[in-house]
């Protein structure tokens, strides 16, 4: 049975970059992000300038994803992720970061003010958490602060293990 990662957490929080650790450490397994699935880019957020995910257009896109292929594990990582809903789900892990680092790592990045601000707001009320105890049972949250994507993913696979 393929078993399902998701991780979480609001822009900046290392998402993508965990991802590609994790999947290094783990053997048959796949990345999946937000876009992966096209059917469930249902529009364009003008004022955030991104993609609008359908929710549940995208987890019935993952049904048939996992009937077609045979992957040991499944690694999607969105901000959307505590949302998704499958039967195989083994952990969802939520990545936190401080405000001073995620300033600094948004800023990195060359975001406006403005949309500095509005993650950071997400981060601070854990946006992405909130959403996760909503649908999910086995949440982990990780703080990323201090940590590098390498050694997240490590945290990561320590806690995929003990199951
Ligand atoms: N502990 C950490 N874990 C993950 N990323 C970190 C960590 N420390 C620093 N970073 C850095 O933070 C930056 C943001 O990471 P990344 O692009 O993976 O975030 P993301 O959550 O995927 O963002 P987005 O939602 O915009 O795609 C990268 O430059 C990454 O190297
Ligand atoms: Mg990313």
């Known amino acids: ?8 957490g609001v822009p900046g929080t290392g ?39 359908d929710v549940k257009i ?4 993952l049904k048939k994803f996992l009937k077609k292929y045979h992957w040991d594990y499944v690694i999607i990582e969105s901000l959307f992720a505590g949302e998704i809903k499958n ?7 939520i990545l936190r970061c401080n405000e ?16 500095i601000n509005e993650n950071i ?7 992405c958490g909130e959403e996760a105890f ?3 049972k086995n949440i982990i949250e990780i703080n990323t602060t201090r940590l590098n994507p390498k050694k997240t993913a490590l945290k990561c696979l320590k806690y995929l293990q003990k199951k």
């Open 58 to 61: 995208y987890s019935n896109e």
């Open 1 to 8: 049975m393929t078993k399902i990662i998701l991780i979480s």
């Open 134 to 136: 909503e649908n999910q």
């Open 87 to 93: 039967k195989n789900i083994v952990s969802c892990f």
């Open 15 to 53: 998402k993508s970059s965990v991802s590609i650790n994790l999947k290094k450490k783990l053997k048959n397994s796949v990345v999946l992000t937000s876009e992966s699935f096209k059917k469930a880019i249902v529009g364009y957020d003008k004022k955030r300038k991104c993609k609008i995910i």
């Open 121 to 127: 707001e997400a981060e601070l009320c854990n946006y």
């Open 100 to 115: 001073k680092e995620l300033f600094k790592r948004l800023k990195k990045r060359g975001y406006s003010k403005k949309k």
